[in-house]
């Protein structure tokens, strides 16, 4: 049993960036902190930024948005799909 709670805790840390161009955008950012393309971003890394500048950075998912807990702004102009 404590070793299903370590795991879930440890899932719960990452978020999924299946997007690669959204993840270099965040690497890009100085959000991402690993500095790698791996399909994750902590959630800690996400928790706090406020503002979001994702202009013609040809990104087609923006799935893992939702973990942005602190967005105000998000400015995706001409990025493919962009919600809204």
């Known amino acids: 049993m404590t070793f299903m709670l370590i795991g879930m805790a440890g899932i719960s ?5 299946p997007d690669q161009n959204f ?8 959000i991402d902190s690993d500095k790698k ?5 902590l959630r800690k890394d996400v928790q706090s930024v406020a503002f979001l ?3 013609n950075k ?3 998912s923006l799935k893992g948005i939702e973990a942005f807990t602190s967005l105000i702004s ?11």
Do not use: M
Request: glycine share 8%.
């Open 23 to 30: 993840e270099k955008a965040l690497i890009d950012l100085g």
């Open 53 to 55: 500048y994702l202009r």
């Open 37 to 41: 393309i791996n399909g994750l971003v």
């Open 58 to 60: 040809n990104i087609r």
């Open 74 to 84: 998000l400015d995706c102009k001409k990025t493919i799909r962009c919600p809204g």
């Open 13 to 17: 840390q990452s978020i999924k960036i």
